[in-house]
């Protein structure tokens, strides 16, 4: 792992520990066992390194929804997509915490590009949701926007509460089996 990696690292660490805001380049610094000026040799700033891990975190999960298989059905594509979100935030907790949480701290064109790909990926298991109901697996009433909601909620705040070496396959699958008994079946006729 080189030092500029080894910055990024211990700042996605202090960042998820601290806050964004309560973390300072003297914190990163020394953590990292650098002087806060050495630091300057591997950044700009320290917006740089938030900027960093939540595009890290941001890819990651991009990179388990790639892995969802296109022949699925769309129920077994939302439990799909439920493991692999839970096991990127069980792998990667730091990247994760800043994805969910201290993003909102980037500025300018950082937080626009950022909170684009967050809507993209928002999008992607929305379209899961559509999927579903246009395939008569889900209920033809589903409201997709509330369920995708339901879906990221659950699953983004697993930060919190998810302890370390838990099985994040058997967890999604329960929490997959609560999301989905509720939206299987007809609409009540209005």
């Not at 077994?76 to 730091?94: G, W």
């Amino acid at each position: 792992m080189s030092r500029r990696e080894e910055v990024a690292r211990v700042a996605a660490r202090l960042f998820a520990e601290r806050g964004y805001d309560g973390t300072s380049l003297a914190d990163v610094a020394e953590a990292v066992g650098l002087r806060k000026a050495s630091l300057y040799h591997h950044i700009e700033a320290k917006e740089d390194l938030l900027w960093e891990v939540a595009w890290d975190g941001a890819e990651a999960f991009h990179a388990a929804a790639d892995g969802l298989g296109d022949d699925e059905p769309a129920t077994e594509k939302i439990r799909f997509a439920l493991r692999a979100h839970l096991r990127v935030v069980a792998e990667q907790l730091d990247a994760a915490t800043v994805f969910v949480r201290e993003w909102r701290s980037l500025s300018g064109e950082r937080r626009r590009r950022f909170v684009a790909e967050r809507r993209r990926y928002e999008d992607r298991i929305r379209e899961l949701f559509r999927e579903g109901v246009e395939g008569g697996e889900l209920r033809s009433d589903l409201d997709v926007s509330a369920a995708a909601l339901l879906f990221l909620s659950a699953a983004n705040w697993a930060y919190t509460w998810l302890r370390p070496g838990a099985d994040t396959d058997a967890l999604a699958d329960r929490f997959y089996a609560v999301l989905l008994d509720g939206m299987r079946g007809y609409a009540t006729p209005g």
